[in-house]
Each structure stands twice: as C-alpha cells, then as structure tokens.
C-alpha cells in the first residue's frame, strides 16, 4: 500500500501562490490516481484536484478551476499542487490521496490512503 507524505503548506497574503507536494513510498505509485482534498475548520473535507495515473487527465471542482493545478512526477514518485491567485476561502488543511480511479478521487470514495495533511493559510 502507498504511503503519503504532504510538505509546502504554509502561510500566504490573498493573491499569492504556493505549491503542495506529496511524496509516496511503497509500489506501484504509477499505477494510482492521484488527487487532493481539503478541510475548513468546522466543515466536511472536499475534493479540490484529481490526476489519472499519467497525469493526462485532470478534474477541479468550479471553486478552484483557473487557479489551482495538480501535476505528477512518477519518476520522483510525487504529485503537487500548485495553486495561485489564492483567496482567504482556500485557508484548509490539505490532504493527499490516492485511489484506484480518477472517479473514485471525484467521488470520494474507495480512497486507498491519504497524507497526513498540510496546512495552507491566506490572509486578507
């Protein structure tokens, strides 16, 4: 089973940019969808990028599309997230996850495992 290991959260003004990264150990990271979630305090964790297995094919709910962009490095056995223009909003902790399909990371469901989570802050 994939183990995942997020870095790169922090603390941002509105506006700036930072980029997420999650590092997995074990096999046959390639052949995972990739994705990542998020959770505000006090609300339910929500899906915010997915990756198929190659990282042609991506999904981004309407809150974070144009300005958020998961990528994959297979070799490095990495997924990022590089996200801009961010907004207070975005203030969550984030998680990686991985799972069999790219539909189960939309879903939420069937998720392999997830990180520990990072935890992104933007002020206004």
């Known amino acids: 089973q994939v183990q995942l290991v997020e870095s790169g959260g922090g603390l941002v003004q509105a506006g700036g940019s930072l980029r997420l990264s999650c590092t997995a150990s074990?096999?046959?990271?390639?052949?995972?969808?990739m994705g990542w979630f998020r959770q505000a305090p006090g609300k339910e964790r929500e899906f915010a990028a997915a990756s198929s297995w190659s990282g042609g094919t991506t999904y981004y709910p309407d809150s974070v599309k144009g300005r958020f962009t998961i990528s994959r490095d297979n070799a490095k056995n990495t997924v990022y997230l590089q996200m801009n223009s961010l907004k207070p909003e975005d203030t969550a902790v984030y998680y990686c996850?991985?799972?069999?399909?790219?539909?189960?990371?939309?879903?939420?469901?069937?998720?392999?495992?997830w990180g520990q989570g990072t935890q992104v802050t933007v002020s206004s």
């Open positions: 074990g096999r046959a990271f390639s052949s995972y969808a």
């Open positions: 996850a991985a799972a069999r399909s790219i539909i189960d990371l939309r879903m939420n469901s069937g998720i392999v495992n």
